[in-house]
């Protein structure tokens, strides 16, 4: 295991646990046992780079270094079956592997597209397997070690990933996308392709028959088979030598019967694949095993992950959260003695780690970011300049502002610093009712405003409207569970920890106890969900009271699955109406933008109308003829700010607002470290289509109108912004108004003709 930057081997039962290596100040991750247990290999910044370190596994000898001159970032270390090769990856997009006597690196193969490989290697250690992506779809390659020669074994119809060879050498097991059965979508006649994957497995030799071949039983005398002088071969004499014959490799394909889902961490045993699956239907994380003489494939546990020791008999295996080690399974696996990871200790020099995290993160964005001249900065010298500091960095706050201060010199957007090791308090709920509350002279809490809710929905519920309380604005509340609320200085100190529990509320229409009810009801423990309903509601009512019902309105917070699910939720509804004001202001960004722009990109190909349609129906559907305007503000970020880049280069209509956030150079992840925090990296910026220059970052999209909100008026209600948008679409809408074509007269066929 490696925690804390440091590496430990523990006992799988009894025995003691060793921490190996023991250093604050250095990074050493990604441990793996040699295949022979002798020596582990892992992967150090002990030089002030990445490289790869073995050491013996009992710690009694000083650790090797076997590669040098590293100047980037180093991925997934995989040892050889014969323990004299290391094979990884390496953020400058290469794979290779080290030779662990010379120290001899050989690079098997590079990418211009992305430095993400799956790899693999053969029992007899000759082999490599990988996956390439070239031009956007993943293919399969064989590399053979003792040539040099590399063969593409899948073709580029399908995206396959994921491969291994079985333990016994005759098949090379993998997933593949090969499975196509469309969902079709309930709010448009639309599609999308989930579950895909199966695992599949290819026979290596021509000579293999395949697992699911026909079978015949039929007993055959058994061969008394002698070598050249006559002696009885002996059958345990098992070679490992892996025979691949190339040719025709494609054509000896053959899928798993299992159902189409998601695949990965194969393994592949002697007539026992086994493997986790991840359906979309839900049901997380699920560890199965397919057996090939059987037929059948089982569940070894949910919410499971293994690995698989390299002699192929014992599994490490962690489930709830907890670790063992058992032999393979071929069933059910229920964990009963587990990995004691209590012992793992580390004696921690604060000063050290902070100085190797500010190494590291120098590190991470001088490898991962997006442009290699760094935006022109010289990068190693801001790596000095802060690193001045370091002395006086007492707490990992002044480290996460230091690393946040030279990040800044690269002015860009989408680089963030995330705290490590923090103290993280419990949070504790104040019941929130969904109401605008006042203290009244009386000392009684006065209900100045109910949110209005959608109940049916447990994210919109609104307490004092639900069904039987019978609330109204202007009513006071005059005790809760019993304590009269003239008593109290904050009536919310009463609704402490009682968000989602039941509370009795004594109301009344004037600000008295006599005459008072009581009303149960479950406050709930946030109200940013109630206040964003309530204000699109009132601009939908504001827009189609301003519009008498032409135009529709909606907007989207963000770029993702909410955002989404708001677009959905407004825009086919209002496909009726003869024009759309689009509200991105505040936007926090995502990446499903492209899909709204292809809706409102529709334009009509025909009309097509059924019996008794005194109007058709526009094709493609899902679409609004009329005209559109879209909203944005400083807000509108990221994907918000692409957007309204997208829909004012694809002309659909006028930007209105202010000028967007300006920040688009996005990234795909981050890179832990030692002390749980990272350092998100800018790793891929857009520009123009033309290829004149990069776009959006640090200026944002400019409307079309500048109109500033102020916010005296935002509070009064007063929405400048909108209000334009309606003054301009009512004007577009003067100058066109998008109809459906008309139905021609029916065809006449009575003479015959064609048409």
Request: charged share 25%; glycine share 8%; net charge neutral.
């Amino acid at each position: 295991f490696s925690a804390r930057g440091d590496i430990f081997t523990l006992p799988a039962k009894h025995g003691i646990t060793r921490n190996l290596t023991e250093t604050s100040g250095v990074h050493e991750r990604d441990a793996y046992w040699s295949p022979d247990g002798k020596h582990i290999a892992y992967i150090s910044d002990q030089t002030g780079e990445f490289e790869i370190w073995m050491q013996n596994q009992d710690g009694s000898d000083k650790p090797v270094q076997l590669t040098k001159g590293s100047k980037t970032f180093i991925f997934d270390i995989l040892w050889s079956p014969d323990n004299k090769k290391i094979l990884f990856n390496t953020k400058e997009q290469k794979l290779k592997y080290v030779e662990v006597e010379s120290g001899k690196i050989v690079v098997v193969d590079k990418s211009d597209q992305a430095p993400w490989f799956s790899y693999n290697w053969s029992p007899d250690s000759k082999w490599i397997v990988y996956t390439k992506s070239e031009k956007g779809m993943t293919k399969i390659r064989l590399y053979n070690a003792e040539t040099g020669k590399s063969y593409v074994i899948t073709d580029g119809w399908y995206n396959s990933n994921n491969p291994v060879f079985s333990s016994d050498g005759k098949y090379l097991v993998f997933t593949s996308a090969r499975t196509f059965s469309p969902t079709y979508s309930r709010t448009e006649w639309n599609h999308a392709y989930v579950d895909m994957n199966k695992v599949y497995l290819v026979t290596l030799a021509k000579s293999t028959p395949s697992p699911f071949a026909p079978e015949n039983d039929v007993v055959k005398p058994e061969e008394d088979k002698k070598d050249k002088n006559g002696n009885k071969k002996d059958k345990k004499k098992d070679s490992k030598e892996v025979k691949i014959d190339i040719d025709g490799i494609k054509e000896r394909i053959v899928a798993l019967p299992v159902e189409a889902s998601n695949y990965f961490n194969l393994y592949g045993g002697k007539d026992k694949i086994y493997y986790i699956e991840r359906s979309s239907k839900g049901g997380g994380m699920t560890a199965k095993i397919y057996d090939l003489k059987k037929k059948e494939e089982k569940e070894l546990g949910k919410n499971t992950r293994f690995t698989v020791s390299a002699n192929g008999k014992k599994m490490l295996v962690f489930q709830n959260k907890k670790y063992a080690v058992i032999p393979l399974p071929s069933g059910k696996v229920t964990l009963k003695e587990t990995i004691d990871v209590s012992n793992m200790k580390v004696l921690v020099n604060l000063k050290e780690e902070w100085k190797q995290i500010f190494d590291e993160s120098w590190r991470h964005m001088r490898d991962f970011f997006y442009a290699p001249n760094m935006h022109g900065v010289d990068w190693k010298a801001m790596h000095n300049k802060y690193a001045e500091m370091l002395p006086w960095v007492n707490h990992r706050n002044d480290l996460t502002y230091l690393l946040g201060e030279m990040v800044a010199e690269l002015n860009v957007g989408h680089a963030y610093v995330n705290n490590g090791e923090r103290p993280k308090p419990e949070r504790i709920n104040t019941g929130l009712l969904g109401a605008k509350l006042s203290k009244h002279e009386s000392g009684y809490y006065r209900i100045d405003h109910i949110l209005n809710g959608a109940n049916w929905s447990d994210n919109l519920r609104s307490p004092l409207r639900e069904i039987g309380v019978n609330v109204e604005e202007g009513d006071y509340i005059v005790a809760i569970d019993g304590k009269p609320t003239s008593q109290m200085d904050n009536i919310f100190r009463s609704l402490v920890s009682k968000a989602g529990d039941q509370v009795i509320l004594e109301v009344n229409n004037k600000p008295e106890k006599k005459g008072s009810r009581e009303v149960l009801i479950k406050p709930i423990r946030n109200e940013s969900n109630l206040y964003y309903y309530n204000w699109v509601q009132s601009n939908i009512r504001k827009v189609s009271k301003a519009t008498e019902n032409k135009v529709g309105y909606l907007h989207v917070p963000d770029m993702g699955v909410t955002g989404l699910n708001e677009f959905v939720k407004y825009y086919y509804p209002q496909l009726q109406k003869e024009a759309l004001i689009i509200d991105v202001r505040g936007n926090g960004g995502g990446n499903v933008s492209p899909m709204l722009i292809e809706r409102l990109m529709r334009d009509i190909t025909y009309a097509t109308m059924r019996t008794g349609q005194k109007t058709g129906d526009v094709n493609p559907v899902g679409q609004l003829l009329g005209p559109k305007v879209c909203l944005l503000d400083k807000y509108s970020a990221s994907d918000g700010d692409l957007f309204p880049y997208r829909f004012k280069y694809k002309q659909l209509g006028k930007l209105i607002g202010t000028r967007s956030w300006g920040g688009v150079v996005g990234y795909s992840g981050s890179i832990p470290c030692i002390d749980g925090g990272s350092l998100v990296t800018p790793s891929y910026g857009p520009y123009a289509a033309d290829g004149s220059g990069w776009i959006i970052e640090g200026i944002g999209v400019e409307p079309d109108i500048v109109i500033e909100n102020d916010p005296a008026d935002e509070y009064k209600g007063i929405d400048a912004q909108l209000s334009k948008a309606i003054e301009v679409i009512l004007k577009e809408l003067e100058e066109y108004n998008p109809e459906v074509p008309p139905i021609p007269p029916f065809p006449d066929k009575s003479g015959g003709e064609g048409r």
